[in-house]
């Protein structure tokens, strides 16, 4: 005899609703946090508030220490090393090239510029585009164009039902970009793993989130990065 299907468990009702929801604030607001007390209200769900969900992950993840008073200057240190990722990998070879012909303008000797002559700025191996040196900024670019260009296909098949990551809108691209930016971080700091196909998957939630926080402070362009690369280390 076939056994009944079984009956879904009953919703929670509207005080049990309210009286979650207050634990969950009462926890957050404290001083310094009890994670294992944040982990357990947590686990029953939480709340689409602006921000609590973002405010949650980032502390349950470790990308926020638990004492409040710590936050405003993790998530400066954090900006601030997103920001020199931003700068250290993702610079065009064009424009480092550019800065330092620029910069040997700069440099030529005063006597050769009162006899009128105008110097060419000289380039050095490492920096021709055709360098195989390990320092080369085009070497470099050279060698993850093939991780770019799988980046650049997993990131335009995320989510394609959520305009939020697909279509011609310019926030749908704004956020690609910065998803594409991320992942190629994350592949030079950790050159043993790279990227795998699926990465884009894990990061996506969590970009959703913290995208999604009103508090600009926290804005994702400036800390999902040195989130999402914490989470997978």
Not at 45 to 51: L, N, S
Not at 109 to 121: I, K, M, P, Q, Y
Not at 178 to 187: P, W
Request: hydrophobic fraction near 40%; glycine fraction near 4%; proline fraction near 6%.
């Amino acid at each position: 005899m076939a056994s009944s299907p079984r009956s879904p468990p009953p919703a929670p009702t509207p005080e049990f609703e309210i009286s979650r929801q207050s634990r969950l604030f009462a926890a957050l607001s404290k001083k310094v946090i009890d994670l294992d007390e944040l982990r357990m209200l947590a686990a029953q769900g939480v709340p689409d508030a602006a921000g609590v969900r973002a405010t949650v992950w980032k502390l349950l993840l470790g990308y926020l220490p638990n004492d409040r008073s710590l936050w405003e200057q993790e998530l400066a240190k954090k900006r601030a090393q997103y920001a020199a990722f931003k700068d250290e990998f993702l610079r065009n070879p064009v424009e480092i090239s550019r800065q330092v012909q620029t910069e040997g303008h700069h440099n030529v000797n005063e006597e050769h510029v009162d006899n009128g002559f105008l110097h060419r700025s000289e380039v050095t191996r490492e920096e021709h585009p055709l360098s195989l040196g390990k320092t080369s900024a085009w070497n470099q670019f050279f060698e993850c164009s093939e991780i770019m260009e799988q980046i650049d296909r997993d990131v335009k098949r995320t989510h394609p039902d959520m305009h939020f990551f697909c279509g011609d809108s310019s926030f749908a691209k704004s956020n690609q970009e910065s998803l594409k930016n991320v992942l190629l971080i994350f592949a030079k700091l950790n050159a043993g793993i790279r990227y795998v196909q699926g990465m884009n998957e894990i990061l996506a939630p969590l970009f959703f989130v913290f995208r999604s926080d009103p508090d600009d402070k926290n804005a994702v362009w400036k800390i999902c990065g040195s989130g999402f690369i914490l989470l997978l280390r």
